[in-house]
């Protein structure tokens, strides 16, 4: 299969794998360069250093989960939060937010300030199709809503010690924490969403589960 992406395309994508498989401080310019399989010059010649780089990193996640998550409320919103940064198709997206939320680096303010916006704009829309709450204060749940799934992202060690569940894989539904994972959500955030619409969550949760004994 013939790679067409162009070389600065190559680059950002060969960060985001090295940052999503060992942290940001592996993803030296040389590092991503062999990765890439271009020449060390070209970093500079498209982004100037490796500090541009990565914010263009995390722009690009930015903007494919923020594209995902349009779809996923066009369709029919879902409960899980991080459900929209699985469906973007990209095996290192989890991987890359996990690594890379935890580092004091420039442009993650950034990146967080515009997943906090981006989810006010899904709530609203949640809101006007009858599937969710609405609030007083749409801007503070809106943050409090994507913290807590970041936050979850950024233990996720933690969360598959207590769940037996990784959060960072992409077949989420199909491992054996997973029903119990989301009912206690719906049970923290039970005045989130439309009574109706978390009786329909809990229905298919049940069915999973039952499926998976």
């Given at each position: 299969m013939i790679?067409?992406?162009?070389?600065?395309a190559r680059l950002r994508d060969a960060c985001i794998e090295i940052v999503a498989e060992a942290g940001t401080k592996a993803a030296t310019a040389r590092a991503v360069?062999?990765?890439a399989g271009v020449s060390l010059g070209l970093i500079r010649h498209h982004f100037g250093s490796m500090g541009q780089l990565l914010a263009a990193c995390d722009q690009?996640?930015?903007?494919?989960?923020?594209?995902?998550?349009?779809?996923?409320?066009?369709?029919?919103?879902?409960?899980?939060?991080?459900?929209a940064v699985r469906a973007t198709g990209s095996d290192?997206?989890?991987?890359?937010?996990?690594?890379?939320?935890?580092?004091?680096?420039?442009?993650?303010?950034?990146?967080v300030d515009?997943?906090?916006?981006?989810?006010?704009?899904?709530?609203?829309?949640?809101?006007a199709a009858?599937?969710?709450t609405p609030s007083d204060d749409e801007h503070a749940r809106a943050a409090?809503?994507?913290?807590?799934?970041?936050?979850?992202?950024?233990?996720?060690?933690?969360?598959?010690?207590?769940?037996?569940?990784?959060?960072?894989s992409a077949d989420l539904p199909a491992q054996p924490?997973?029903?119990?994972y989301v009912k206690v959500q719906m049970e923290v955030f039970s005045g989130l969403l439309e009574p109706s619409v978390l009786h329909q969550y809990a229905a298919v949760l049940d069915q999973l589960a039952q499926e998976q004994r």
């Open positions: 790679d067409d992406r162009t070389n600065s360069a062999e990765r690009h996640v930015a903007d494919l989960v923020r594209s995902k998550k349009e779809e996923a409320i066009a369709q029919g919103a879902g409960f899980d939060a991080l459900g290192h997206v989890m991987g890359y937010l996990a690594m890379r939320l935890g580092d004091d680096a420039e442009g993650i303010n950034d990146l515009l997943m906090i916006a981006d989810a006010e704009g899904y709530i609203r829309a949640g809101v009858g599937m969710m409090m809503l994507t913290l807590y799934a970041l936050g979850s992202l950024s233990l996720h060690k933690h969360l598959e010690r207590h769940f037996g569940l990784d959060v960072r924490g997973f029903s119990r």
